[in-house]
Nanobody, 118 residues
Framework: QVQLQESGPGLVKPSQTLSLTCTVS??????????WSWVRQPPGKGLEWIGYINYAGNTYYSPSLKSRASFSRDTSKNQFFLQLSSVTPEDTAVYYC??????????WGPGTQVTVSS
């Protein structure tokens, strides 16, 4: 059973960088041919896909966030990371990590609330 767990600060100040970690257990993030996504849900809105880092370390970013988002990973710890720079209150959301691509996720983390506020 694959499990994902998000972690990181719950409060970030405007203009700073949001940094989140997704820790995966029960399966390796380097296993062919899995994709590991970041997804967020702002209050009162639908899910927004941020992008993915895949089994080979390749990344893809949603065009709307490409200029500010960055993914990386630590294979020794079976973790992958999200950094989102220059945050504004509009980046306030519940952030999820998931295995798979939009419409095809099979495992999700429980989500972590991130609030952008001074």
């Amino acid at each position: 059973q694959v499990q994902l767990q998000e972690s990181g600060p719950g409060l970030v100040k405007p203009s700073q960088t949001l940094s989140l970690t997704c820790t995966v257990s029960g399966g390796s993030i380097t296993t062919n041919y899995y994709y590991w996504s970041w997804v967020r849900q702002p209050p009162g809105k639908g899910l927004e896909w941020i992008g993915y880092i895949n089994y080979a370390g390749n990344t893809y970013y949603s065009p709307s966030l490409k200029s500010r988002a960055s993914f990386s990973r630590d294979t020794s710890k079976n973790q992958f990371f999200l950094q989102l720079s220059s945050v504004t209150p509009e980046d306030t959301a519940v952030y999820y990590c998931a295995r798979g691509l939009p419409e095809e996720y099979d495992y999700w983390g429980p989500g972590t609330q991130v609030t952008v506020s001074s």
